[in-house]
């Protein structure tokens, strides 16, 4: 198992357009998260999922975003009408219950 | 609610210097904590983590002890290397709610 991937690792798009990244986890993990990551900053909690139940969404998640996992294994997370401010590094992590976090590599986003 | 409090960095040091970097948090219950390092170009990475209350974790030389009373998690090395230098996180999970994580406090070394 080579821990957790994501792709892609840059996407630079337009304002207003539509993007969608992926997630695949360490297989045997049953939680998965995903954080949003800009300059200088932590990470920002977006959303997690056990299994395929999306538990717990922040509040500062905009109705633009909307993450899915359909199967409990991989997630995509699709940016609707993308804005400059969504510009960051996204990041995915999986865990087992209350086990630490595994973070993969981020995908970085670019809106111009 | 959850949150973690890191001292502000930048914080430079000679290398085989002494290294503290504070951590504290609010959280209800018994969160498990954590520190995570983020070297340059990389992901994050975990670095050490304590479940209980006077936990010591380690790794690499640092050392983290779990403080209750004080709510404390803080991050020491006795001899910092140049090969140290990235941005250090710190965090907690209460009970497999969303993992909290501090604004990070980025760490140069100097030969």
């Known amino acids: 198992d080579t821990g957790v991937s994501q792709d892609p690792r840059h996407k630079i798009t337009k304002r207003g357009q539509n993007v969608t990244f992926r997630c695949d986890p360490i297989?045997?993990?049953?939680?998965l998260y995903w954080y949003r990551q800009t300059l200088g900053q932590g990470p920002e909690f977006l959303t997690y999922?056990?299994?395929?139940?999306?538990?717990?969404k922040s509040r500062l998640l905009s109705d633009r975003f909307s993450a899915e996992r359909p199967k409990g294994s991989f997630s995509t997370l699709e940016i609707q009408r993308t804005e400059q401010g969504d510009s960051a590094m996204y990041l995915c992590?999986?865990?087992?219950?209350?086990?630490?976090?595994?973070f993969g590599n981020g995908t970085r986003l670019t809106v111009t | 609610g959850n949150s973690v409090t890191q001292m502000e960095g930048p914080v430079t040091l000679s290398e085989e210097a002494f290294l503290t970097i504070n951590c504290t948090y609010t959280?209800?219950?018994?969160?498990?904590l954590f520190w995570y390092v983020q070297y340059p170009g990389e992901g994050l990475q975990l670095l050490l983590k304590?479940?209980?209350?006077?936990d010591k974790g380690s790794n690499k030389g640092f050392e983290a002890t779990y403080r209750k009373e004080t709510t404390s998690f803080h991050l020491e090395k006795g001899s910092v290397q140049v090969s140290d230098s990235a941005v250090y996180f710190c965090?907690?999970?209460?009970?497999?709610?969303?993992?909290?994580f501090g604004p990070g406090t980025r760490l140069s070394v100097l030969p």
């Open positions: 965090a907690l999970d209460n009970y497999g709610q969303n993992f909290v």
């Open positions: 304590a479940t209980k209350a006077d």
């Open positions: 297989s045997e993990h049953n939680r």
């Open positions: 992590a999986s865990s087992n219950n209350n086990s630490p976090l595994h």
């Open positions: 999922f056990q299994n395929e139940a999306q538990l717990e």
């Open positions: 959280a209800t219950g018994y969160p498990s």
